[in-house]
């Protein structure tokens, strides 16, 4: 017998963000007579876009990865609005046709700016924060302020709340509006307030982030989520002179106020979610770093993608291997690049390592290959979670390293073992401590340990055996001092500082692909390929079996959702 043919309904419960809309219509009696027969009329549509679907999944697919499919769906979130369930039409099917979102009208809520205002304290003075009103996002964007241009004292700023608003052309009514809210509050707070002044739109900031320059070659990037950004971005980002950035999206100020001072964000606008269209139309951001879980970041890269911005995602731009290479593919339609964050790549004793290994053949044929991976200090709960657990978060990376040295795509075999030594661990289906085991077509013999669990220092070691000698990659301690068994840990090392080089060069890679020097270092096959294996990994974890992947396909969004 034939597969079953899928139903309209059918597709509606595959995909949550679908449904059907049924439509009353009523057929003309013959004659002229008006005895009509009514009929039910059921189509597919998409709940977010108010858009009816064509019942083909390559095309539903290719709607719900759309830029304008997430847009609507995050305004519908943020404003709490529902589609109908069931709509009636009279004979005119034109009439049932569903409306669209009114963008504009959504996005017209106020987004905010990260202000300082200065606390007297006994301990003396010390720096807080808070929302000030930015410009409504249906208007042009403003330019970053130099330092000297904030008002330092109460007169300076009175002055400046006096004057009239500019009602040039290059400068709509928007700003007037929020200026004279501005001017409403006492003057002394406003004297302390981060203000955008007036700058034509054709000034380009530069120099150092959180400085003003006019120099034309800096770039103007925009960063998309604070909560899961590694330390040694934020290092990168600070003291890396030849890019600005511009905005930062995040709807939660707290992890802004964490990660950045005050002084660093004197030149950075803030904006919520909501806004995120202000920073896609702005032609001065030439990158978008996307440091958004993995489920939220594939939206936000295809958006910046056909916006024209280049994209460097700090983690993965998914879990799922379709949706991966949808982001990919959108990257080549468009023609800029789209940076995965494989890290420890670029780390330059791993480089060193690769040239031995693959350049000068300096082991000759490699036989085996082991790798400790343990994360000091351990992620949280909440970062595991989102991330997409030990596998994905940590294991990833060192098989991405792994088929690097052997250079080849994937192993034949994969078997994991592991455990959640943590209850709360457990509680999240999920595991602390793996060991993963791998023979590739090579018949080079892999074994990888990565654990949650490091209490001193993180300890990331390699070795790789071959038939003419061994070379191994050790912790990298400034002090040279071996500890054994000593209560008082002599060096701490996070995972942050021993892979600091990594994520600099990562992050110089990027710019370099943004000015075209060079393309991204990490192709999609490489990475389809690194994912796959990720979900054998934890597949094999899962069913306490052997994962053959020369004959099976690995589905890693039906893997990640019996975990979730």
Known sequence: MGRKKKTLHDYAAEFTELAVKRHLLERGGGGGGGGGEAAVVETLYCT?????????????????????????????????????????????????????????????????????????????????????????????????????????????????????????????????????????????????????????????????????SSAASDIGLALFGVE????????????????????????????????????????????????????????????????????????????????????FCERLPSLDRQTAEACFDEADRCGRPLVCGFYKRFDPALQFLYKKVRDSQALGRIHRISAISSIYPAASLSFLKKSGGIFYNAAVHDIDVISLLLGESAPDTVFSLGHA??????????????????????????????????????????????SQGTLRVDNQNPLGITEHG?????????????????????????LRTLKGKEPPMITKEQFLWTIQVAAAAEQSWRNGSAVDLRNEAIDSSVIKTEIM
């Open 486 to 510: 000593t209560s008082v840990s002599i060096y701490s090392q996070t995972q942050a500082d021993r892979y600091r080089d990594a994520h600099r060069e990562l992050f110089r890679h990027f």
């Open 228 to 311: 899961l950004v590694n330390k040694a971005l934020f290092q990168s980002l600070m003291e890396e002179n030849s890019c600005c950035l511009l905005y930062i999206v995040e709807d939660q100020l707290q992890e802004v106020e964490r990660a950045f001072s005050a002084e660093f964000l004197a030149n950075t606008r803030v904006l919520r979610q909501q806004d995120a269209d202000i920073v896609l139309n702005d032609q001065r951001v030439s990158g978008a770093i996307i440091c958004s879980p993995p489920e939220e970041a594939s939206e936000i890269v295809i958006d910046a993608l056909r916006a024209g911005k280049g994209v």
């Open 421 to 466: 030594f943590c209850a709360d661990m457990a509680y999240l289906k999920d595991a602390d401590t793996v060991a993963v085991s791998m023979k590739f077509p090579s018949g080079a013999i892999v074994t990888l340990d990565v654990s949650q669990h490091c209490t001193k220092s993180c300890d990331q070691r390699l070795e790789v055996h071959g």
């Open 48 to 212: 977010s876009c108010e858009l009816p679907m064509r019942v083909r999944r390559d095309r539903i697919l290719e709607h719900l990865s759309s830029g304008r499919h997430y847009r609507n769906r995050r305004l519908g979130r943020q404003h709490g609005l529902r589609a109908p369930l069931l709509l009636s039409a009279g004979p005119d099917l034109g009439a049932s046709l569903p409306l669209q979102l009114d963008t504009p009208a959504l996005l017209s809520q106020p987004s905010f700016i990260l202000s300082t205002n200065p606390c007297i304290t006994s301990a003396g003075t010390s720096t807080s924060y808070s929302m000030v009103p930015s410009p409504p996002s249906c208007h042009k964007s403003l330019i970053p302020v130099h330092p000297s241009a904030i008002s330092s004292t109460t007169s300076i700023a009175s002055a400046r709340e006096d004057q009239k608003p500019s009602t040039s052309t290059g400068h709509p009514s928007a700003f007037a509006a929020f200026h004279a809210r501005s001017a409403s509050a006492p003057s002394k707070q406003a004297s302390q307030r981060l203000v955008v002044p007036e700058v034509p739109d054709s000034a380009v900031p530069g120099g150092a982030v959180g400085q003003y």
